[in-house]
Structure formats: C-alpha cells, structure tokens
C-alpha cells in the first residue's frame, strides 16, 4: 500500500532512516494527502492550483526538516 511506498521512497533518499522513523513520517505523509485530497476537493476550481502550489511547499519544508 501506499504507505510501504512511501516509507521505501524515505529510505532511498535517507539510507540511515531507521524503519520506525520511516513509517511515523509516511503516515504523517499519508494523512497530508488526505487533507490536501479534502482542500482540493472543496475548492473552486479557479483556486486548485493554489492548493496544489501550497501542498508542495508544506512537503518540501517538511521533507527538507525531517530528513535533514
């Protein structure tokens, strides 16, 4: 599941990232798709890509904080 996906993209780009770390930080991942699936959703059509641009910095600065 998506989960295992995420975790093995984790660790490809962080070797040293300990299993259990890599799976606390996959569902946080998880669970902020599921929000942005929600946003996106519920946005007009007009804003969507907004949402989506906004998505991308919050994984960026949570990708770059965590596995820095």
């Not at 059509?45 to 991308?56: C, I, N, Q």
């Amino acid at each position: 599941p998506l989960r295992k996906s995420v975790v093995g993209a984790l660790q490809a780009m962080h070797p040293k990232l300990g299993e259990e770390r890599a799976f606390i930080y996959a569902e946080v991942i998880v669970q902020l798709i599921k929000g942005m699936l929600t946003v996106y959703r519920e946005a007009a059509s007009k804003d969507r890509e907004k949402v989506a641009e906004e998505f991308k910095r919050l994984f960026r600065l949570y990708l770059m904080e965590t596995l820095s």
